[in-house]
């Protein structure tokens, strides 16, 4: 079994920065992609920023410039820096990730439970 458990989230102030975790665990052989999407309240979920196993990211047009993704692959973590925050950033935001969990089979796609950012002043 394997669980995504994000943490770092809360309340910022406009302008105001945070830096979210996910930690993957379980029976875990290869982690390939892992992101962050968001979902606020009455929208659907979007992708926010990705990473490859190879290091490669790709952002959402809304912050490129002002988020950062990174990944510790020993610790098998993913990183949201953000920066510069918007009040239309206040969102559940969810840690995502293919996971490879035999060697045999096809990696399967992971959810975290969410962790809640509010930029409000």
């Known amino acids: 079994q394997v669980q995504l458990v994000e943490s770092g989230g809360g309340l910022v102030q406009p302008g105001g920065s945070l830096r979210l975790s996910c930690v993957a665990s379980?029976?875990?052989?290869?982690?390939?992609?892992m992101g962050w999407y968001r979902q606020a309240p009455g929208k659907q979920r979007e992708l926010v920023a990705a990473?490859?196993?190879?290091?490669?990211?790709n952002y959402a047009d809304s912050v490129k410039g002002r988020f950062t993704i990174s990944r510790d692959n020993a610790k098998n973590t993913v990183f949201l820096r953000m920066n510069t925050l918007k009040p239309e950033g206040t969102a559940v935001y969810y840690c995502?990730?293919?996971?490879?969990?035999?060697?045999?089979?096809?990696?399967?796609?992971?959810w975290g439970q969410g962790t809640q950012v509010t930029v409000s002043p």
């Open positions: 995502n990730a293919d996971i490879r969990t035999h060697w045999y089979m096809n990696p399967t796609n992971y």
């Open positions: 379980g029976s875990i052989v290869r982690i390939n992609s």
């Open positions: 990473t490859t196993s190879g290091a490669m990211t």
